[in-house]
């Protein structure tokens, strides 16, 4: 709705003296900048009485921050903005019936002061309409400016996350609603803001541009072009802040969501319309396996939204230009806000950059959106609460930083097919300290999400990557969220990987054991070793399958683990030129018929036998594993 702008009509003497008459609760509240004479304010005391014809008591407040004058308060609805227009002290010692004697010592209150308390005798006992009575439902004053955020006085209409527009045309968002302030997030720059400027409601919430023009672009919290490249060109808008679909709109996950990383793939599969955690300490390869998954999405049709919150511009640069290289920023949108941004575009990333995933999702299409990362975010809505004066609690954050992260996650669904059938996937990231995944921000981010993938660094220290914690892992949506040729080979991948952690223990003690161990802890330590993956090299569906797949049906047993990455280069390489129309066939069914598992298994024995042959004539350390050395 438009901002409400219009304003009570003038009110001569006796409607003045009516309004007080309708006062509920007996009392108005007078702000000035100083404390005012107590004889000056029982004469305003008694004037207001007698327009009233009953006690009316006068609260003083002193705000400093007032540019001048004074402002008289009736009730929570009106006000009456005292003019401190310069005129004679003698005026206003007769209007008001001070004598010469009974003013203050020289500390008194300045002319300025004085000359509204002369106005609002002149009120009181003029029949000339010269007032004007303010509706504070929609308008206030700027209290207290800096650092980011504005304390606004009236708006008492105003609601929680409406836009406001200071006098000066800067905008910003009510974020903190007190009894009688609103704290206010800037959406700009402060220069320009004074304390007592005019604060308008607007009568909307924030929107930002959305739609297929956004794709390849950079763009700020407020959908601002920041690449340098011109406007964005488009006429769709969305709401940052909306409800998530309800359970009735919303389908069970159920096609897969293909990553490229073996390891997630198999054990922590990805749903499309899944929320999936990513947590660990710093450095040790959470923003490279999201940019993984993006990269993954080439030729899926999937549009990607990235959302750097908080993070260092190099840090930043990086990912941009591995993007631009891999060609990904043909479906990809990048929502930034620095560590430098003021603090509500930081606060307002992810929610610009799920918006912009929802109205795909809306068109029946699939969209991915990265938090990178929300400890970031729950540190900004911290510094948002210190400086609003809000108070905290657990671990020096506010009591509803739970309900912060929930309203944006919820928001990743699968719809109906009725409803378009889209989807939007949702993958935060957390930061933990020393691998501490029972703090406040990690626990309630795992209590929103569908699964969580969780980052060890005593094994990124071991050098495995990704160094995922396999028993700490899980997907909540599971087996329905794989194809069915990945169900078969992660099942009994799994299985496997359970014995091998289980007999491990007792082999570490000195423990004897038989031949049937042994084969399982070498199977075991091998297939440890084909989910290790290097960095920004994600896989097709056809080449994870062939390798799980040799390595769950023993092909894999006697080739030395120095070996293993030598061994899966060259099984792709060898599928590719010999038997291309098995990878074909696997890709294009998603399926391991009996047909496809039959001529898969000659391949790989062939391979296997070959393999074997020439290992005679490798040269040490010349193992590689995806163009890197093992």
């Known amino acids: 709705m438009p901002a409400l702008e219009q304003q009570s009509p003038p009110v001569a003497g006796a409607e003045f003296r009516e309004a007080l008459r309708r006062l509920e609760s007996g009392s108005v509240r007078l702000e000035c900048q100083v404390a005012l004479d107590p004889g000056l304010v029982e004469r305003v005391a008694a004037a207001l009485s007698r327009a009233a014809g009953r006690p009316i008591a006068v609260e003083v407040k002193v705000n400093p921050r007032l540019a001048s004058g004074a402002t008289l308060y009736f009730g929570p609805d009106l006000k009456l ?97 007190l009894e009688d302030s609103v704290g206010c997030l800037l959406l700009g720059p402060e220069r320009g803001i004074a304390e007592g400027s005019t604060v308008e409601r607007t009568g909307r919430g924030l929107q930002v541009p959305v739609g297929d023009a956004l794709i390849g672009r950079m763009i700020n919290a407020l959908g601002q072009p920041v690449d340098g490249r011109g406007p964005v060109i488009t006429e769709e808008t969305s709401p940052v802040e909306r409800l998530s679909p309800g359970v009735v709109q919303r389908q069970p996950v159920t096609e897969s969501l293909h990553s490229g990383i073996k390891v997630m793939d198999a054990l922590v599969p990805l749903g ?65 806000a620095l560590s430098s941004d003021p603090p509500a575009f930081r606060y307002l990333t992810p929610y610009t950059a799920c918006a912009i995933g929802e109205q795909v999702m809306a068109q029946g299409r699939d969209a991915l959106v990265i ?7 729950a540190v900004t809505y ?13 671990e020096a954050y506010p009591g509803d930083i739970f309900y912060v992260h929930s309203r944006l996650l919820e928001r990743a669904a699968r719809l109906r097919d009725d409803l378009g059938g889209g989807s939007l996937t949702a993958l935060p990231i957390v930061e933990t300290l020393a691998g501490d995944i029972s703090a406040l921000i990690p626990t309630n981010v795992i209590s929103i999400c569908d699964g969580q993938i969780v980052l060890d660094s005593g094994l990124f220290n071991e050098d495995s990557r990704p160094a995922m914690d ?37 082999v570490k003690f000195g423990a004897e054991v038989d031949e049937a161990t042994l084969a399982q802890l070498r199977r075991g330590e091998r297939e440890l070793e084909i989910l290790k993956q290097g960095a920004h090299e994600p896989l097709p569906l056809e080449r994870e399958i062939v390798i799980l797949y040799a390595a769950v049906n023993g092909y894999t047993d006697d080739v030395p683990v120095e070996r293993i990455g030598r061994f899966e280069v060259e099984l792709y390489d060898f599928m590719e030129a010999h038997h291309p129309e098995v990878m074909t066939a696997i890709r294009e069914t ?7 598992e039959e001529r898969l298994g000659a391949a790989l024995r062939d391979f296997h036998d070959g393999f074997l042959g020439g290992l005679a004539g490798t040269v040490p350390g010349s193992d590689k594993r995806h163009g890197q050395t093992a």
């Open 81 to 177: 903005d005292l003019d401190p227009r310069r005129k004679l002290l003698k005026d206003l010692e007769e209007r008001a019936g001070i004598r010469p004697e009974e003013r203050a010592p020289p500390a008194a209150p300045p002319p300025a002061l004085e000359q509204a308390a002369r106005r609002l005798a002149e009120i009181i006992e003029s029949p000339v309409p010269r007032p004007r009575l303010e509706e504070i439902a929609d308008r206030g004053a700027v209290q207290q400016v800096g650092d980011g955020v504005a304390i606004v006085g009236g708006l008492r209409g105003v609601r929680s996350q409406e836009v406001v527009r200071f006098e000066n045309g800067a905008e910003g968002i009510a974020f903190n609603l």
């Open 272 to 336: 499309r319309g899944q929320r999936e955690l990513i947590l660990g300490d710093r450095k040790i390869g959470k923003t490279t396996v999201a940019v993984d998954v993006i990269l993954s999405q080439q030729g899926s049709g999937v549009v990607c939204v990235y959302a750097a919150i908080g993070q260092k511009a190099s840090s930043l640069a990086r990912v941009i230009r591995l993007l631009e290289e891999r060609g990904a920023m043909a479906y990809t949108v990048i929502v930034v």
């Open 371 to 377: 938090y990178d990362d929300l400890s970031k975010h």
């Open 382 to 394: 911290r510094e948002i609460s210190a400086l609003l004066r809000r108070p905290i609690g657990r």
């Open 470 to 506: 396999v028993g700490l892992s899980v997907s909540r949506v599971g087996g329905l969220a794989q194809t069915p040729a990945m169900r078969k080979v992660a099942g009994r991948l799994r299985i496997d990987l359970a014995q091998y952690r289980e007999m491990a223990r007792f």
């Open 590 to 596: 998603g399926d391991l018929t009996a047909a496809i």
